[in-house]
């Protein structure tokens, strides 16, 4: 499988300098446009995307080290917090950039983890190393963006500082230039374009232009003491972390899960999932490489094919564009004024029941489904895909407001899914709670318009008490 990905790439061509790079993933964000002649290095700063190959911005800064003949540095900078991570998500994240530095090493390109805000440890690197030029990935998300913005603040202003979207097959800002309605109105946008963006990936090449010295190995335990982080949180034990066991469960899920994801995705007591999200989340795996490889098993299992295509590319980019467009994209007030009219009509409907916080995350409902779908997340780090609706909106059913609810599952969802902390989590949890990308639906008690989903829903799709019986609490 891995021989099949290496050599699809090098016949391609064998070096990302004869590859005609797409200037559309790049967005200059800098004045400076070239480098100063004096330089000494070219910069990848990553981020959201934390592999080696198969990986635009990486490529785009090698494009550049190999034509002005300059070492290649590869270097992420930790921060102690983000968002409601815990050492859970810090920890797979770890192991996965572990395997980054192994493998930058062995190309001879200098792997270097800071430790802080880039704005506060990336301009000093850059002097001391004498810097030429600075590449970075792509988050649409308010905290990545920021430390965008500051690190173009504090950057020389001769440095040429620059972004790529390596996240998505279509870049976000060719996509649309606008935020979108819904899958249907963004779906048509992104099928346009996809076949000149839907290409093989060139390989990021041992790099010949050697720095000075490679750095000293990453001291990984500093970086744990590092983090302030809930470490309550226990680790996952299906999912190993990096692009090894990345590629191992695609190719599961191509060989295995592929000819039911069409037909039975959405029932939680079948193995029908790619399970590719925590990876995707972390960008240890690109998601243009997973649609390349589902697309070779086609033939066999074109509905799987098309599903997952539409689910990994369209609904995918159109939580991107959501967040891109939308900066209230995790407020009710980033939500359509129908949905929000309609809440507020119901602010005072009586809810059947009314749970705490703690309640909900010790799964302490009187529901047992809702219980069971709590219990996985906890456990396992990812709730299945259909549950999630049903769990967000019983959320909204059981607390006091729509703002509350949206509040809740936010938290739950970031603190315990490994593929929090993603625009796809506040799309869902929005989708949910105040039905963006959705229509409205017969009005009622509660959720106004906003789409039901019950107890009974569930039970006429799958084996509830099957399900049930596998999570129960210990
Ligand atoms: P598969 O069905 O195998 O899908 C493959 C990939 O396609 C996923 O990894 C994901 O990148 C993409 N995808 C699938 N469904 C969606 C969707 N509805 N919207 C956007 N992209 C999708 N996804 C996250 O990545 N992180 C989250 O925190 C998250 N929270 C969610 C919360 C709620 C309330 C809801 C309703 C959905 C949420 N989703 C989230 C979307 C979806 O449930 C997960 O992406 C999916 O279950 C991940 O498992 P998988 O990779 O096995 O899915
Ligand atoms: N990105 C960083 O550049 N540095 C970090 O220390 C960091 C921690 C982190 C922890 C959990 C998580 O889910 C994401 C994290 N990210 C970090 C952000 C990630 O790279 C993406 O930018 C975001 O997930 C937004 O898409």
Same mark, same amino acid.
């Given at each position: 499988?891995?021989?099949?990905?290496?050599?699809?790439?090098?016949?391609?061509?064998?070096?990302?300098?004869?590859?005609?790079?797409?200037?559309?993933?790049?967005?200059?964000?800098?004045?400076?446009?070239?480098?100063?002649?004096?330089?000494?290095?070219?910069?990848?700063?990553?981020?959201?995307?934390?592999?080696?190959?198969?990986?635009?911005?990486?490529?785009?800064?090698?494009?550049?080290?190999?034509?002005?003949?300059?070492?290649?540095?590869?270097?992420?900078?930790?921060?102690?917090?983000?968002?409601?991570?815990?050492?859970?998500?810090?920890?797979?994240?770890?192991?996965?950039?572990?395997?980054?530095?192994?493998?930058?090493?062995?190309?001879?390109?200098?792997?270097?983890?800071?430790?802080?805000?880039?704005?506060?440890?990336?301009?000093?690197?850059?002097?001391?190393?004498?810097?030429?030029?600075?590449?970075?990935?792509?988050?649409?998300?308010?905290?990545?963006?920021?430390?965008?913005?500051?690190?173009?603040?504090?950057?020389?202003?001769?440095?040429?500082?620059?972004?790529?979207?390596?996240?998505?097959?279509?870049?976000?800002?060719?996509?649309?230039?606008?935020?979108?309605?819904?899958?249907?109105?963004?779906?048509?946008?992104?099928?346009?374009?996809?076949?000149?963006?839907?290409?093989?990936? %060139? %390989?990021?090449?041992?790099?010949?232009?050697?720095?000075?010295?490679?750095?000293?190995?990453?001291?990984?335990?500093?970086?744990?003491?590092?983090?302030?982080?809930?470490?309550?949180?226990?680790?996952?034990?299906?999912?190993?972390?990096?692009?090894?066991?990345?590629?191992?469960?695609?190719?599961?899920?191509?060989?295995?899960?592929?000819?039911?994801?069409?037909?039975?995705?959405?029932?939680?007591?079948?193995?029908?999932?790619?399970?590719?999200?925590?990876?995707?989340?972390?960008?240890?795996?690109?998601?243009?490489?997973?649609?390349?490889?589902?697309?070779?098993?086609?033939?066999?299992?074109?509905?799987?094919?098309?599903?997952?295509?539409?689910?990994?590319?369209?609904?995918?980019?159109?939580?991107?564009?959501?967040?891109?467009?939308?900066?209230?994209?995790?407020?009710?007030?980033?939500?359509?004024?129908?949905?929000?009219?309609?809440?507020?009509?119901?602010?005072?409907?009586?809810?059947?029941?009314?749970?705490?916080?703690?309640?909900?995350?010790?799964?302490?409902?009187?529901?047992?489904?809702?219980?069971?779908?709590?219990?996985?997340?906890?456990?396992?780090?990812?709730?299945?895909?259909?549950?999630?609706?049903?769990?967000?909106?019983?959320?909204?059913?059981?607390?006091?407001? %729509?703002?509350?609810?949206?509040?809740?599952?936010?938290?739950?969802?970031?603190?315990?899914?490994?593929?929090?902390?993603?625009?796809?989590?506040?799309?869902?949890?929005?989708?949910?709670?105040?039905?963006?990308?959705?229509?409205?639906?017969?009005?009622?008690?509660?959720?106004?318009?906003?789409?039901?989903?019950?107890?009974?829903?569930?039970?006429?799709?799958?084996?509830?008490?099957?399900?049930?019986?596998?999570?129960?609490?210990?």
């Amino acid at each position: 499988f891995l021989e099949k990905i290496q050599k699809r790439r090098t016949d391609v061509c064998n070096s990302v300098a004869k590859f005609k790079f797409n200037k559309k993933r790049v967005r200059v964000l800098s004045k400076a446009e070239e480098f100063p002649d004096d330089s000494d290095g070219v910069v990848y700063w990553m981020s959201r995307d934390q592999r080696v190959q198969d990986n635009w911005a990486l490529l785009y800064a090698q494009r550049l080290a190999l034509k002005l003949e300059l070492p290649l540095y590869v270097v992420f900078c930790l921060v102690p917090k983000f968002l409601d991570a815990t050492i859970r998500q810090f920890g797979f994240m770890l192991k996965g950039l572990a395997e980054v530095e192994k493998e930058c090493r062995e190309l001879g390109i200098s792997f270097h983890l800071l430790m802080g805000e880039a704005r506060t440890v990336l301009p000093n690197f850059v002097k001391k190393n004498n810097i030429g030029g600075v590449v970075t990935d792509f988050s649409p998300l308010r905290t990545p963006t920021k430390w965008v913005q500051d690190m173009a603040k504090e950057l020389p202003q001769e440095i040429p500082f620059c972004q790529v979207d390596a996240h998505n097959i279509v870049p976000c800002w060719e996509a649309s230039p606008k935020l979108e309605y819904s899958a249907r109105t963004i779906r048509t946008k992104i099928h346009n374009v996809l076949s000149e963006y839907l290409t093989e990936f %060139p %390989p990021v090449v041992k790099h010949p232009h050697k720095v000075k010295a490679m750095p000293e190995p990453v001291d990984w335990d500093a970086a744990h003491k590092f983090l302030e982080v809930d470490r309550s949180v226990g680790e996952v034990e299906w999912a190993t972390a990096g692009t090894a066991a990345a590629y191992s469960t695609l190719e599961s899920f191509c060989t295995q899960r592929l000819k039911y994801f069409s037909s039975e995705r959405n029932d939680p007591n079948k193995p029908a999932l790619s399970n590719l999200s925590p990876w995707i989340h972390f960008g240890q795996i690109s998601v243009q490489r997973c649609i390349l490889m589902v697309k070779m098993f086609k033939s066999r299992f074109k509905d799987g094919a098309d599903a997952f295509i539409e689910e990994a590319v369209v609904r995918r980019e159109l939580a991107d564009n959501f967040c891109f467009y939308n900066e209230h994209y995790d407020s009710i007030k980033g939500a359509y004024k129908w949905a929000q009219d309609s809440l507020d009509a119901h602010r005072g409907d009586k809810r059947p029941y009314i749970y705490t916080r703690q309640q909900l995350e010790d799964a302490k409902t009187h529901d047992d489904l809702w219980n069971a779908a709590q219990v996985q997340m906890v456990r396992e780090g990812k709730m299945h895909g259909f549950l999630r609706m049903y769990w967000a909106k019983k959320i909204l059913e059981w607390t006091e407001s %729509p703002e509350q609810a949206l509040a809740e599952a936010i938290y739950l969802n970031d603190k315990y899914n490994l593929d929090g902390r993603d625009p796809n989590g506040y799309v869902g949890c929005m989708w949910s709670i105040c039905g963006i990308h959705d229509q409205g639906w017969a009005e009622r008690a509660v959720f106004g318009k906003i789409r039901y989903m019950n107890y009974n829903g569930c039970k006429r799709k799958f084996d509830v008490p099957g399900f049930v019986r596998k999570y129960r609490k210990k």
